[in-house]
């Protein structure tokens, strides 16, 4: 008999698995030592076990082909699903590039919704507006082509391809992220100030922003000559009869008395006294046809301004209302140099080589000379010297000490009337060629009646306007109120009201 003995720490499943093996090994012990079956109950058995592997191959065989067919199902159906997953891949990828694009053109549209002020004369810039328009229904407003899921601008009003949104000036695309409106039409920054933004007449550049951001300039209020506010303090020349700023690219002529004189001015300048005599004797004539001829002959002289501010204080009376004195009626005996020979224009445009003489004033009557600024243009020279006259004759005929603004104002009125009258005979005979940007030796031809340049005509109109908007009280209000007075009980009347009281008719 055999016994066994275990140790403590087995469990009962290991004790009972022990057990069956060993006896299963007693089992094959036992069949070693029995005797083998014989030949015939062998053979059965044989032919059993072959018939069942038969009917097994038989199953098999017919169970395969169901095998390979489910097999070839199953891998038919896992193609087609990582097909699935390969397209769902992509048309999520071709959604976040949509996104992508329209966030981009979003993006970009904000930053082009950009609002400038306005500027002085000029269109305000167009803010656009942002549209909305479902996908695949986008039509370009350049080309009227489907834009489709491409990039695209919202802007104007419609969509536009990035090729297609142009500049109105160069026809080149705006791809920045600012532009500038005009008239409904787009324009690169750069193109639309080039058209629209206004340029300095002096240095030529583009007048600069203030701190407010708005263009601010300065301009003449006859010429509209259009400068950097700066140019009002940097020295800028201004001509001493237009006064028009002297431009960077266009010097103008530098006088002898440091004066300047721009080249259409210079064009019909008076230079010299020989020069100016045929002028004064049109203005004593054109007095004398309004029955008030002077009849004391009245020396004449174009002086220098050196020779003209001397004069003046020797004189110790008269109204002066010109930052620089232009024309003076003496009555005081005195020594003037007077012009003798005009200037030549030399190299670096200069006027040199002047000839001046000395002239002695004695005293006849009451006017003693009149005495006019050389250089001027001629209808400037004549209005002056109508003023200057117009105060001989006062003096000449007896007139009591008048008020500086009836006396200024009345002989405002008569330069005034003189320059009516050279313009209204240039108008009706001007059909002499324009030469106003020629620098000629004489002027003799300019101070011919009835030829005129159309600048001359327009300097004739601007000393007209200059005479009429002065703001002095002697000089401006007077003129205002004599011209007043001629034009409601004529010049006669008005001249005889002024010689019994002293002022003007009311």
């Given amino acids: 008999m055999l016994h066994l003995y275990f140790k403590d720490d087995l469990t009962d499943t290991e004790k009972e698995d022990i057990y069956k093996a060993i006896a299963l090994s007693l089992s094959k012990e036992d069949l070693k030592g029995k005797p083998v079956v014989g030949?015939?109950?062998q053979s059965?058995?044989?032919?059993?076990?072959?018939k069942i592997d038969e009917e097994e191959d038989k199953h098999l065989s017919e169970v395969c082909p169901e095998k390979?067919?489910?097999c070839g199902k199953v891998q038919l159906d896992e193609d087609e699903w990582l097909a699935k997953i390969q397209q769902d891949e992509n048309e999520c990828r071709a959604r976040e590039q949509l996104e992508?694009?329209?966030?981009?053109?979003?993006?970009?549209?904000?930053?082009?919704?950009?609002?400038?002020?306005?500027?002085?004369?000029?269109?305000?810039l167009f803010k656009p507006a942002p549209q909305s328009f479902p996908p695949g229904f986008r039509t370009c407003a350049g080309c009227n082509a489907e834009i489709g899921h491409g990039r695209f601008l919202s802007c104007m009003g419609g969509v536009w391809h990035p090729k297609c949104f142009l500049c109105n000036d160069c026809c080149l695309p705006i791809t920045d992220y600012e532009f500038s409106m005009s008239s409904n039409r787009a324009y690169h920054i750069s193109c639309y100030r080039e058209k629209h933004n206004p340029k300095c007449d002096v240095c030529k550049n583009f007048i600069p922003s203030n701190s407010a951001g708005l263009i601010e300039y300065r301009a003449h209020p006859f010429w509209v000559q259009k400068y950097c506010p700066k140019h009002e303090h940097d020295d800028t020349p201004r001509c001493c009869s237009c006064e028009r700023m002297e431009p960077n690219d266009l010097k103008y002529i530098l006088l002898d008395d440091g004066r300047k004189l721009c080249l259409e001015c210079l064009d019909s300048a008076i230079m010299d006294s020989r020069e100016c005599q045929p002028l004064y004797l049109e203005i004593q004539n054109f007095f004398e046809g309004l029955n008030m001829k002077v009849e004391q002959q009245v020396?004449?002289?174009?002086?220098?301004?050196?020779?003209l501010n001397e004069a003046m204080e020797?004189?110790?009376?008269?109204?002066?209302?010109?930052?620089?004195?232009?024309?003076?009626?003496?009555?005081?005996?005195?020594?003037?140099?007077?012009?003798l020979r005009r200037p030549r224009i030399r190299a670096g445009r200069r006027a040199t080589d002047m000839i001046t003489k000395p002239y002695r004033l004695t005293r006849h009557c009451e006017v003693t000379a009149i005495l006019v600024l050389y250089g001027l243009p001629r209808l400037l020279t004549g209005s002056i010297l109508a003023h200057e006259i117009m105060h001989a004759w006062l003096k000449l005929k007896g007139y009591p000490n008048l008020s500086p603004k009836v006396e200024e104002g009345i002989c405002q009125v008569m330069a005034h009337m003189w320059l009516e009258s050279e313009l209204y005979s240039g108008s009706r005979n001007n059909d002499a060629p324009s030469s106003s940007s020629s620098l000629r030796s004489t002027s003799s031809a300019s101070s011919k009646k009835g030829k005129r340049s159309d600048f001359?005509?327009?300097?004739?109109?601007?000393?007209?306007?200059?005479?009429?908007?002065?703001?002095?009280?002697?000089?401006?209000?007077?003129?205002?109120?004599?011209?007043?007075?001629?034009?409601?009980?004529?010049?006669?009347?008005?001249?005889?009201?002024?010689?019994?009281?002293?002022?003007?008719?009311?």
């Fill in 68 to 70: 390979d067919e489910n």
């Fill in 39 to 41: 030949e015939e109950s």
């Fill in 44 to 50: 059965e058995e044989d032919k059993h076990l072959h």
């Fill in 456 to 506: 001359e005509m327009k300097l004739g109109d601007f000393f007209k306007h200059q005479i009429e908007t002065d703001t002095s009280s002697a000089y401006g209000d007077g003129f205002r109120l004599g011209n007043q007075a001629v034009l409601k009980y004529g010049l006669k009347s008005t001249l005889d009201h002024i010689h019994t009281t002293g002022n003007f008719p009311s």
């Fill in 314 to 339: 020797g004189e110790k009376i008269g109204h002066h209302h010109f930052a620089e004195t232009r024309g003076l009626c003496l009555s005081e005996e005195q020594t003037v140099a007077t012009i």
């Fill in 100 to 124: 992508d694009d329209e966030l981009l053109a979003r993006a970009l549209q904000e930053s082009l919704n950009v609002d400038y002020p306005p500027q002085h004369g000029s269109d305000s």
């Fill in 299 to 307: 020396p004449m002289l174009l002086v220098e301004r050196q020779a």
